[in-house]
RNA sequence: GCGGAAUUGGUGAAGUGGUUAACACGGCGGAUUGUGGUUCCGUUAUGCAUCGGUUCGAUUCCGAUAUUCCGCC
């Protein structure tokens, strides 16, 4: 079965909907924790499933290199593989056509990617129908088609090429898909462009997937730039399906996507940011390696319900980071995600009592200060 | 007691008669948006054991003192 979205209501612009997936019904706007190589970074499922996470995300390029997809589905598919019964989206290997093709104009060509391995600088070359059949073999719940994340800045005549061969390659890859229990989203990219951003999502709606995400944001963009490209896209994007912003967690982003109809988001923020001390807190990120946190025997928050909160204090957690030891990432991971899946469920709350400006306002407030 | 060697930041240390004393670790701070898990970027000695002397100028040369180490009686 593909996925369903159930849209439930509408305050302004931000949307109150359901995701029906195989793995179970998950409320949206929802973030999704990444889990790149078949797992959440330091943590096992059931520490996911404590945090209330649902869809998390996991990476076909990496997935295809490290163990290789014939053994994730000799396994019984990613789901078996990595212990993890809630919904799974695989990312395509688009980003990485961004962080590891080197030479753009050389590296990129019609037919598909080359790469350097990551590993062992094997050259590799994948291209959409490729991504597409690892990911049908990987089984996700929801796969994505193989794209171009644009870089930023980029000249017009590079992103409307880049642009107009991401939709022949969604094309490809659609054409050749094969998994009647996975569903699969087409990504509109454009650039910093309007008219590319408009072109894209009006031609990727045509081929008619069944869920539609906003790429190529957070490349280095300033803000006001990264919500213009939302806005230029989703005016074109059908209201009876989920529409996913990639690559973007920062709390206030998550309230300007909501804000313009985003359904789902999924970064590595919350996840990266914990194995470097950072905590997302509702006054602001904090480093707990700061000095200031040393004899700090309270919790990182004393209003978060997450395991971490609940059993440690920032005197101890900034001395597992002082020490180099791996727990401190792992417990901070959890707070963080817990952090950002909380103020999802927050968001929900304020859109289903319309009020849902008035919360952005006084997280905003508070979060910012 | 005599002779020799050494003494540079929190640590290990490089170095020079002349603008800002290398580098590493540590410390402090920052960054991080479809993951490069131990990453990246800042910053950190107004001073080279102490006191004198030579010199236009000394951390660098000379002397004394202190401390440490190694030999010898």
């Not at 990182?300 to 920032?314: G, L, N, P, R």
């Amino acid at each position: 079965m593909k996925i369903k979205y159930e849209l439930i209501k509408n305050d302004g612009d931000a949307r109150l909907g359901k995701l029906i997936t195989n793995h179970g019904t998950y409320d949206t706007p929802m973030f999704m924790p990444v889990g790149t190589l078949a797992n959440v970074k330091m943590l096992t499922p059931e520490e996911l499933k404590a945090v209330n996470s649902a869809v998390i995300l996991s990476n076909t390029y990496h997935l295809w290199l490290r163990p290789g997809e014939d053994i994730v589905s000799k396994a019984g598919g990613l789901h078996k593989f990595m212990n993890y019964d809630g919904p799974i989206l695989t990312d395509s290997g688009g980003f990485q056509v961004f962080s590891l093709a080197k030479n753009k104009e050389k590296d990129i060509t019609e037919e598909g990617v080359h790469f350097k391995s990551h590993i062992d600088g094997k050259p590799l070359f994948l291209t959409p129908e490729l991504s597409i059949q690892i990911q049908n073999k990987l089984d996700s719940d929801i796969a994505m088609s193989f794209d171009e994340c644009i870089p930023f800045p980029a000249t017009y005549e590079y992103s409307k090429k880049s642009t107009e061969r991401t939709l022949r390659w969604a094309k490809r890859g659609k054409d050749i898909f094969n998994n009647e229990n996975q569903s699969l989203f087409g990504i509109v990219q454009g650039g910093a462009y309007e008219d590319l951003r408009k072109y894209s999502a009006l031609e990727t709606v045509k081929m008619n997937f069944d869920g539609y995400s906003i790429g190529g944001t957070s490349v280095g963009e300033d803000k006001d730039t990264m919500y213009k490209m939302i806005d230029w896209a989703i005016k074109y994007l059908p209201r009876d399906k989920p529409r996913y912003l990639m690559g973007v967690g920062d709390p206030v982003d998550l309230f300007e996507g909501v804000e313009r109809g985003i359904d789902m988001f999924d970064c590595v923020l919350p996840t990266r940011i914990a194995r470097h001390s950072n905590a997302f807190t509702k006054s602001g990120k904090i480093n707990l390696r700061n000095l200031k946190y040393r004899e700090d025997f309270t919790p990182i928050e004393d209003t978060c319900d997450c395991y971490t909160c609940k059993h440690y204090t920032k005197a101890y957690l900034r001395h597992l980071f002082v020490a180099g030891e791996g727990l401190g990432g792992r417990l901070l991971s959890i707070h963080n995600i817990r952090f950002l899946i909380r103020v999802m469920e927050n968001i929900r709350e304020s859109i289903k009592d319309n009020r849902f400006l008035e919360y952005k306002e006084e997280f905003l407030k508070e979060y910012l200060k």
